[in-house]
């Protein structure tokens, strides 16, 4: 818990407020949110008033709950218990004990560090 605690403050603190200035310079109407987790990306492009729709995909169904309870009154935001592929297709999840870190991925683990490569 510390770990994933540690990586979010870090996430926010600096990579999410590099992006929203990076995007208030811009007309952005629509977002499109792929991994979108527990909806952090989502409270910092809520800020930017050009926003009209972000369209959220979370395939971790116990996350994806979290997230769509937390924007259920919000209009803007459009939550889906999806992963998105180039092809429509069904595949397995690996799911770690970092729930921010789970992807399509191949997961190998040596001692306590795990190392994930990209399966597509």
């Not at 910092?44 to 995909?57: C, E, H, Q, R, T």
């Not at 924007?71 to 992963?83: D, E, G, M, R, T």
């Amino acid at each position: 818990m510390f770990i994933e605690n540690f990586i979010n403050f870090i996430d926010r603190v600096y990579h999410q407020r590099r992006i929203l200035s990076f995007l208030q310079k811009y007309s952005i109407k629509t977002i499109i949110d792929v991994g979108s987790h527990k909806g952090e990306f989502i409270s910092y492009i809520l800020k930017i008033p050009s926003i009209s729709a972000i369209y959220a995909f979370e395939p971790q169904k116990n996350i994806f709950n979290i997230l769509k309870n937390k924007y259920i009154k919000n209009k803007k935001v459009h939550p889906y218990c999806l992963a998105l592929d180039s092809l429509s297709r069904s595949k397995k999840i690996s799911i770690v004990s970092l729930s921010f870190n789970n992807k399509l991925v191949k997961i190998f683990f040596e001692k306590k560090y795990f190392i994930s490569i990209n399966s597509f």
